[in-house]
Every structure is written in structure tokens, then in C-alpha cells.
């Protein structure tokens, strides 16, 4: 039986179609990876606050605890301070406490567990926390720009220190949001959820003060890059691709005591666009290369 040859347009049918069919999986796709990134960072930003909410309410336990000991009272009112210093250091190692500082009935700060030897800030008038225990707050709790160092961002947690029923100092209680502090909350609470996302901590006037990438150079560049002039809008989600990598960013704003703005970048890695773009080709591609071998053979 004579077989006819197939028509040029029968050979490049399979092809045409593979452009509609790429468009058809680009959409799909696009839309899958939209629905997943928006419902993990939903997570990674639940993780993220109640990661916060805890530790802010377990420094504000733990430093009650350290105002009332009897001990810590009795050297601040003998002005015994390098007693006080020992007693505070412990106190900070055996309850898990970042930084402490101390200050006397005036609110000039007389001990610290971190720069010792920088004393005689007027917590009641140079820091956000501080001003607020002079005004009358029975105890305060926030995430602030750190008035020690503006770069820093500190949560800190203050409450006075009594001797009887009278007033004769204050204490805070602190963690830094550091390197050491954005690693732990990504080890512990984000990479459950996405392997590879990321956190970072800024302040408004400095940018990027700190982040959980342990690479160097990807560490450099998203501190060169998020300068106060590039910080995301509050509570926004935007795009960013460096080092090869697409990451949807999410902002997680601080609103300090009396205003001021810090705040924790969640950086979640994405299949970039282009990438959508090859597997939707590659998907239509085999698609339509066995459309045409299925039909080619129920035509036999």
C-alpha cells in the first residue's frame, strides 16, 4: 500500500501549539508559586512574631526576677558596685538574659554587663525605655532603636527596683538583635517552614543592622544594599534579586515607644521568572510532542 507523505504543516502543528501551551503553564505556574510564597510568608512572619512576643515576655519575667533580688538592692543602696557587677553577670548567665543595666534612683546608669566600663548614661533622659519609667510607667517592653549605639536594634524590657516600697533604681533587661540572635530565630523557627529563607533586623537610620546569612559576601551585600534609603515600605512585600537569586522580601515593622522604626526583613528565595518560563516551555514542549505521537498513531 502506497503511504503518502505528511503535509509540512502536519510536521510544524505540534510546534505552533507549543507557544499557547507555554503561556497556558507560564500563567499556571506563576500562579502556584504566588499562592505558595504568599501563604509561607504568612508563616515565616507568624513565626517570626510570636519568636519576639516570647522572648520580650521572657525577658520582662526574668528581669522581674533579677530586680528582686534582695541581694542586687542592698549593693545598689551601699553603692557596693563591683559586688553588684558579679551579682548581675550571674544573674545574666543563669537566666538566659542578653545584657543587663542597672540604674540608680536618679536614672544614671551605674552597671552594665556589657561595656562595663561605659557608665553614667541618664537612662531616664536618653532612652525611649527609660523616659518612660520617669513618666510613670510601671514597667515597659518594646523593640527600640538602641540609644547606646543607633545602629543596634535592641529589645529591652525595664521595671524599678524597690527596697522596701521605695524606689531606688531601675533595671533593664535586653536581648540585641544581632547576628548571633537572627541566626538562632532562623534555625529555630523559619527553616521548618522554608529551608532556605532568611531574616534580617534594621533600624531607620542606619539600615540593615543585622541578618542570618552566613555567607560573607551575601551578608555585605544585603547590608550595603538595605541603607535607609532602600528600606521596603512598612509592612510591604517587594522583589529583590542579588548574588543570582530571586527573593520575595517581606517588611516587618517595630514601632519603638515614641515612635521610632526598626524592623525584621523576611527574605524568602523564589524560582525566578525566566526559570518559570523554561519549565513551562519544556512542560508544553512534551506535551505536545505526545499529543501528536497519540494521534499520529490512532490515525494508523
Known sequence: MKTHPKPF????????????????????????????????LNALSLQTWERLNADLEFLSEQGDAVAQNPSLATHLLNENYETLI???????ETRHIGLIGLANADGYIVTRTKSIASLGEHAFVTAPQG????????????????????????MTTGRFVYSDDTKIGALFANYLLDTAYAQQLQHERLTSIAEHAEVGFYTDVYGIYSSSFTDTGTAETIHAYF??????????????????????????????????????????PIVSQSQLAIEAFIAALILALISDFVLSRSKR
Open 131 to 154: 523616659r518612660a519609667l520617669a513618666a510613670g510607667a510601671p514597667s515597659v517592653r518594646s523593640i527600640e532603636v538602641n540609644s547606646f549605639d543607633e545602629h543596634q536594634v535592641l
Open 9 to 40: 504543516l502536519a510536521y510544524i502543528l505540534p510546534f505552533l501549539a507549543v507557544i499557547p501551551l507555554t503561556l497556558s503553564f507560564y500563567m499556571f505556574l506563576n500562579a502556584l508559586q504566588n499562592i505558595h510564597t504568599g501563604s509561607t
Open 86 to 92: 558579679a551579682t548581675m553577670l550571674s544573674e545574666k
Open 227 to 268: 541603607t535607609p534609603e532602600h528600606l521596603p515600605a512598612a509592612n510591604s512585600v517587594s522583589f529583590l534579586t542579588f548574588d543570582g537569586h530571586d527573593y520575595v522580601v517581606k517588611n516587618l515593622s517595630f514601632k519603638g515607644l515614641e515612635g521610632s522604626h526598626t524592623g525584621a526583613l523576611i527574605f524568602l
